[in-house]
């Protein structure tokens, strides 16, 4: 029978030498991530452990209604980061954003809890929340990515872009080149992430999965339907919010609304 060893209080807090390292090189190099490093460590620290009482909460209910509750309220915390990481003021992004996501992250988390593992019912917590939570945090980072690559590029572009409106081009024409590398930039990094998957990194799930003793060919097809997941998923919603966004960035007479930095 395997045995999961356990972290005391002590050496759980001797891992905050890793935040100390960060910190150390945030400082030394004048990187100005301090307080970001900071602030991430301690909602890690808070959220996972009321998390965590809450999972138990929640896996132990089969409530339908608090089920969807949960998953809504991490969708608008994933929509929350993103907000404070791209700081545009001048196109209206949040709201097609944020509902993009819900849908597409439900539909995806249904999808593989309902069709692919077949739970029943289909909102079985047991699989429908982690589900959702692997796919809103991967894509999240995406998203986020993206945005910020296709507001930069509409900028530093916008002579380019302009001149091919003059020329004739339709807004999708003239930004083509801006949107295939905000969707591209978003996707690289759950398509890396595939390519080393059992040889450079192996992932928590299926290393947890092991060490609970769930046989390993199991864990290995989980492992694989997350992988595949994470990548479709990621790239639907960056398209679908790229398609959005990137139409925001034009007025009614397809005039670039981004002003120059």
């Avoid at 302009?162 to 295939?180: C, W, Y």
Wanted: some cysteine; glycine content about 8%; hydrophobic content about 55%.
């Amino acid at each position: 029978m395997n045995r999961i060893i356990d972290i005391s209080t002590g050496k759980l807090l001797l891992a905050f030498v890793f935040i100390i390292v960060a910190q150390a090189s945030s400082i030394f190099y004048h990187l100005g991530l301090g307080r970001d490093i900071a602030i991430g460590a301690l909602r890690t620290f808070a959220q996972l452990f009321l998390m965590g009482y809450v999972l138990t909460f929640i896996l132990g209910s089969e409530n339908l209604p608090l089920t969807i509750a949960i998953f809504a309220i991490m969708v608008i915390s994933a929509m929350s980061i993103i907000k404070g990481r791209v700081k545009e003021k001048q196109v209206a992004y949040i709201l097609p954003t944020f509902l993009t996501m819900l849908v597409t992250y439900f539909a995806t988390a249904f999808f593989v809890s309902g069709i692919i593992v077949d739970s029943t019912p289909w909102w079985e917590p047991r699989y429908f929340i982690p589900t959702g939570g692997m796919v809103i945090g991967n894509s999240m980072s995406a998203i986020a990515i993206a945005l910020e690559r296709l507001f930069s590029e509409m900028r530093q572009r916008r002579e380019v872009v302009e001149m091919k409106l003059a020329l004739g081009a339709d807004f999708r024409e003239a930004s083509d080149d801006v949107f295939r590398n905000a969707v591209t930039s978003g996707m690289i990094p759950s398509i890396n992430a595939m390519m080393g998957v059992g040889l450079v990194f192996i992932p928590g799930m299926m290393s947890g999965q092991i060490l609970s003793g769930t046989d390993p060919l199991v864990a290995i097809r989980y492992q694989i339907v997350v992988m595949f997941m994470l990548v479709g998923s990621t790239a639907v919603t960056s398209i679908i919010v790229m398609l959005i966004v990137r139409k925001r960035c034009f007025g009614s007479g397809e005039e670039v609304l981004l002003s120059s930095r």
